[in-house]
């Protein structure tokens, strides 16, 4: 689907606010309700809006620290990165992870509550699924939790 002026407008105002009434969203983008609408559900249907989520406040629920692991994995293969995914994915703390190009193979994301600042602070090594994890990196962010 290509994207005009007008499809941007909308998704940067749906981005901000998820819950906008057409009525808002309609005239913010300088359309009337109706067209809007369609517009909507056409980038909706298309897949260009995935879904809707809620943006938690991370010091409310307790976990007011994000830390960063990089990981570096044994070996590249298919195999080890279809293993690795596998297991990520059953940990429910893991928010988001990328795969890499560079120093390191991973990077993921994990909440954590201001009394774990202690065991941040010196690095961590483990050794589970063939990586290396080192927690290198703690800041207060806004973030989504993992379904």
């Excluded at 005009?4 to 940067?12: E, K, P, V």
């Excluded at 120093?103 to 483990?126: E, I, S």
């Amino acid at each position: 689907m290509k994207l005009d002026l007008i499809d941007r407008r909308i998704l940067a105002a749906l981005q901000r606010d998820g819950r906008l009434q057409n009525v808002d969203l309609a005239r913010q983008v300088g359309l009337s309700p109706s067209p809007c609408l369609r517009r909507v559900r056409l980038l909706e249907e298309s897949g260009v809006i995935d879904r809707y989520v809620a943006v938690l406040n991370p010091a409310k629920i307790g976990k007011p620290l994000t830390l960063f692991a990089r990981i570096w994995l044994k070996a590249q293969d298919e195999d080890t990165i279809e293993h690795f995914i596998a297991e990520v994915t059953k940990l429910p703390e893991v928010v988001e992870c990328y795969l890499m190009l560079g120093d390191c193979d991973v990077l993921y994301q994990l909440p954590y509550p201001l009394t774990a600042l202690a065991q941040v602070r010196r690095v961590m090594v483990a050794r589970r699924w063939g990586m290396f994890i080192s927690l290198v990196q703690a800041s207060q962010q806004a973030f989504t939790m993992a379904s």
